[in-house]
T-cell receptor, first 110, second 116 residues
Framework: ELKVEQNPLFLSMQEGKNYTIYCNYS?????LYWYRQDPGKSLESLFV?????AVKQEGRLMASLDTKARLSTLHITAAVHDLSATYFC??????????FGTGTRLQVFP | EAQVTQNPRYLITVTGKKLTVTCSQN?????MSWYRQDPGLGLRQIYY???????DKGDVPEGYKVSRKEKRNFPLILESPSPNQTSLYFC???????????????FGNGTRLTVT
């Protein structure tokens, strides 16, 4: 059964700093998603990663996928307050279910 | 505007009183799904549907029913709600969830359900 683990669960970081959120998963999957959720809001799609070595970037966020290590990372460069949100990774399991990580709550302070 | 619409946004009910949360999408998406979000547990899939008349259980289907009679609608039915179903519910849809294109899920705005 596919299990998805994110860390850290909480991340408080200063503006301008860099940091990485990790998403580990237990079994093979053919796609990995990253989503963002603002407090009290719905989820917004950030990236879809399909293959080993895939890297996608949007603004200050960069996501990568290492299928051999069963690891995806979401790297934040020079954080700004607007990036404060909860970030989820999710993977499709063998039975077409979509399994979400527990989320990383990011707070960026001045 | 392309969107997934859930209703109602907020619902307070009592144990045992049947309720339906509606979900509609206007993007002609084949794949639709329901999730519940609870603190510390992330999002857990309740049911999903690959297409009209095709539905499957997710990870936490107990106490829920769904139907997919039309492509655009995917209602979530709680026949006899209980307090442990108090949660934030999201409906989502995708054009090609299974295909290699792997288009992302589009989420509705959520329904906050309280069962007393």
């Amino acid at each position: 059964e596919l299990k998805v683990e994110q860390n850290p669960l909480f991340l408080s970081m200063q503006e301008g700093k860099n940091y990485t959120i990790y998403c580990n998963y237990s079994t093979t999957s053919d796609r990995l998603y990253w989503y963002r959720q603002d407090p009290g809001k719905s989820l917004e799609s950030l990236f879809v990663l399909l293959s080993n070595g895939a890297v996608k970037q949007e603004g200050r966020l960069m996501a990568s996928l290492d299928t051999k290590a069963r690891l995806s990372t979401l790297h934040i460069t020079a954080a700004v307050h607007d990036l404060s949100a909860t970030y989820f990774c999710a993977l499709r399991g063998r039975t077409d279910k979509l399994i979400f990580g527990t989320g990383t709550r990011l707070q960026v302070f001045p | 505007e392309a969107q997934v619409t859930q209703n109602p946004r907020y619902l307070i009910t009592v144990t045992g009183k049947k309720l339906t949360v509606t979900c509609s999408q206007n993007m002609n998406h084949e794949y639709m799904s329901w999730y519940r979000q609870d603190p510390g547990l992330g999002l857990r899939q309740i049911y999903y549907s690959m297409n009209v008349e095709v539905t499957d259980k997710g990870d936490v289907p107990e106490g829920y029913k769904v139907s997919r009679k039309e492509k655009r609608n995917f209602p979530l039915i709680l026949e006899s709600p209980s307090p442990n179903q108090t949660s934030l519910y999201f409906c989502a849809s995708s054009l090609s969830f299974l295909s290699r294109a792997a288009s992302p899920l589009h989420f509705g705005n959520g329904t906050r359900l309280t069962v007393t």
